[in-house]
């Protein structure tokens, strides 16, 4: 197994620093954390990847048609409800697994504990609070749609009051998207909250709203930043997908049967094309997922070194133990 790279978690960072922080961590650790991620996560990347690669597929091919054959539409509705069922289920476990593989890799590294790393020792660490790890994903994710579904309750009642469609435009765009990136910055520090520090789900969301309190807006900025820098990745990773599309649109002619419905039949190669592309797209746009994890667990320890200092109390401490050895063996001496 590679050598990671140390790495010091515990200081305060600016804006700059939290970005080249980022930067050098994954440079220093892209190794044992890849494949970390690859054997631990990769089996069900490469499930969701094909559930969403193939619904992608389907999607695309339902904008081709130039009519709308209902019965056979109707025919797929239960291959269709399967896969998004298939595609939820992966996700949620994809999901924790990314989060669960880069936040206990972090806290390993922050206890020194890199120095024997093994993808078999980081999956031990993370089977034994497995569940935790879900609940985590889950969580954050339930979070997330009960704050949405109170934006859109919200806009449906004022909707029916006003009896007009411009309240609703002004709720959603002044009020709902503020606060939906609101609880987006301040659930960030959620899952870093639960895996170091161990607090329960109530625990961590209360302390999450503390750490942000005051630090909103240059969370804010740093996260967009990353952001910027993930999605043009995810970008590239698509421009193989659309690429075999644009070619197949351009070289393949509809045949004499598969224009029935309207839809071109590109033909075995450009389907497996398809399907391969779609598979690395999806799954890359999930594990470079990795990126925003780090990003909040640095931003947390930045947090917690600005408004505690523990870091600084640790390297104080270790200074005056240091310092007691020193006297111990001075006055050994003089004996």
């Given at each position: 197994?590679?050598?990671?790279?140390?790495?010091?978690?515990?200081?305060?960072?600016?804006?700059?620093?939290?970005?080249?922080?980022?930067?050098?961590?994954?440079?220093?650790?892209?190794?044992?954390?890849?494949?970390?991620?690859?054997?631990?996560?990769?089996?069900?990347?490469?499930?969701?990847?094909?559930?969403?690669?193939?619904?992608?597929?389907?999607?695309?091919?339902?904008?081709?048609?130039?009519?709308?054959?209902?019965?056979?539409?109707?025919?797929n509705i239960p291959l269709i409800l399967v896969e998004v069922v298939i595609l939820f289920v992966t996700y949620f476990l994809a999901g924790a697994?990314?989060?669960?593989?880069?936040?206990?890799?972090?806290?390993?590294?922050?206890?020194?504990?890199?120095?024997?790393?093994?993808?078999?020792?980081?999956?031990?660490?993370?089977?034994?609070?497995?569940?935790?790890?879900?609940?985590?994903?889950?969580?954050?994710?339930?979070?997330?749609?009960?704050?949405?579904?109170?934006?859109?309750?919200?806009?449906?009642?004022?909707?029916?009051?006003?009896?007009?469609?411009?309240?609703?435009?002004?709720?959603?765009?002044?009020?709902?998207?503020?606060?939906?990136?609101?609880?987006?910055?301040?659930?960030?520090?959620?899952?870093?909250?639960?895996?170091?520090?161990?607090?329960g789900i109530s625990d961590a969301i209360r302390r999450s709203f503390f750490l942000m309190k005051n630090f909103f807006l240059a969370s804010l900025?740093?996260?967009?930043?990353?952001?910027?820098?993930?999605?043009?990745?995810?970008?590239?990773?698509?421009?193989?997908?659309?690429?075999?599309?644009?070619?197949?649109?351009?070289?393949?002619?509809?045949?004499?049967?598969?224009?029935?419905?309207?839809?071109?039949?590109?033909?075995?190669?450009?389907?497996?094309?398809?399907?391969?592309?779609?598979?690395?797209?999806?799954?890359?746009?999930?594990?470079?997922?990795?990126?925003?994890?780090?990003?909040?667990?640095?931003?947390?320890?930045?947090?917690?070194?600005?408004?505690?200092?523990?870091?600084?109390?640790?390297?104080?401490?270790?200074?005056?133990?240091?310092?007691?050895?020193?006297?111990?063996?001075?006055?050994?001496?003089?004996?």
């Amino acid at each position: 197994m590679a050598i990671s790279q140390p790495f010091e978690f515990r200081r305060v960072r600016d804006f700059g620093q939290a970005l080249s922080g980022l930067i050098e961590f994954l440079r220093g650790n892209w190794k044992n954390l890849g494949k970390s991620l690859v054997f631990i996560a990769g089996p069900l990347l490469l499930i969701f990847g094909v559930a969403g690669g193939t619904l992608r597929n389907e999607a695309f091919s339902l904008f081709q048609r130039t009519t709308f054959d209902v019965s056979n539409f109707s025919e797929n509705i239960p291959l269709i409800l399967v896969e998004v069922v298939i595609l939820f289920v992966t996700y949620f476990l994809a999901g924790a697994s990314v989060l669960a593989v880069t936040n206990e890799y972090i806290l390993m590294s922050v206890n020194d504990e890199m120095e024997n790393f093994s993808v078999s020792l980081l999956w031990g660490k993370i089977s034994t609070r497995i569940g935790s790890h879900l609940a985590t994903f889950v969580a954050v994710n339930g979070l997330l749609v009960c704050v949405g579904m109170g934006i859109a309750l919200s806009a449906g009642i004022l909707s029916f009051v006003v009896g007009s469609g411009v309240g609703v435009i002004v709720l959603v765009i002044f009020i709902g998207m503020p606060l939906m990136v609101y609880f987006l910055v301040v659930l960030s520090l959620f899952p870093s909250l639960r895996v170091i520090e161990n607090l329960g789900i109530s625990d961590a969301i209360r302390r999450s709203f503390f750490l942000m309190k005051n630090f909103f807006l240059a969370s804010l900025g740093l996260y967009i930043v990353t952001f910027i820098i993930q999605f043009a990745l995810e970008l590239v990773c698509t421009i193989p997908f659309y690429i075999f599309n644009i070619i197949a649109t351009i070289t393949t002619l509809p045949e004499a049967g598969g224009s029935a419905s309207g839809v071109a039949d590109y033909g075995p190669i450009f389907t497996i094309a398809f399907t391969a592309t779609g598979v690395f797209s999806v799954a890359a746009g999930l594990l470079l997922n990795t990126m925003a994890a780090s990003v909040h667990t640095l931003q947390y320890f930045n947090l917690v070194e600005r408004k505690e200092g523990v870091g600084m109390m640790a390297k104080l401490d270790l200074l005056g133990k240091q310092e007691e050895v020193t006297d111990n063996d001075e006055h050994v001496e003089g004996y």
